[in-house]
């Protein structure tokens, strides 16, 4: 399968949300207050926001979403494959682009948190390590802080 990386347009924008949400409430357990305040349309559009879609028949593969660069720093808020199309390399796509749009903006480090030790795995075969554990912290729940510098310097 031949993927594109491409950004998210306006009328993809509730398609998008809908994968989030499904793969956030079904698989990492989030509350619904957490859906709601993450995945409203016009706090989710300040965003950088790409889709992973099959280039055939364009079905959403997957979602990246990044705050902007601040600092030197990218922030991944979301990087999500739908179940069917995980092991297919979706995720390391995602990512590659992420770091590249960090490059990009200058950032010298890119980083996130997550709740899934699955996740945790991924990211540590992909060269990030864990920075810190948050015990009790979003909605009660424990997360890893994760980060990958992007270059030799620091």
């Not at 409203?40 to 997957?62: C, F, Q, V, Y």
């Not at 902007?68 to 999500?80: A, D, F, K, Q, R």
């Not at 980083?111 to 030790?117: A, D």
Request: aromatic share 8%.
């Amino acid at each position: 399968m031949e993927v594109d990386v491409l950004p998210v347009k306006d009328s993809e924008i509730d398609e998008v949300i809908q994968m989030i949400t499904i793969v956030a409430k079904d698989e990492l357990r989030f509350p619904e207050e957490a859906l709601f305040e993450y995945n409203r349309p016009e706090r989710i559009s300040k965003n950088i926001i790409m889709s992973a879609r099959d280039r055939e028949n364009r079905s959403l593969l997957g979602v990246l979403a990044c705050l902007p660069p601040e600092g030197g720093v990218m922030t991944i808020l979301w990087l999500i494959v739908s179940p069917e199309y995980r092991k297919h390399g979706i995720g390391s796509i995602l990512l590659d682009a992420a770091c590249g749009i960090a490059i990009n903006s200058g950032c010298h480090k890119i980083k996130l948190t997550t709740n899934s030790k699955e996740a945790v795995n991924f990211y540590k075969k992909k060269g990030m390590i864990i920075e810190g554990v948050l015990k009790n912290h979003w909605w009660h729940m424990d997360f890893w802080s994760m980060g990958k510098f992007l270059n030799k310097e620091r």
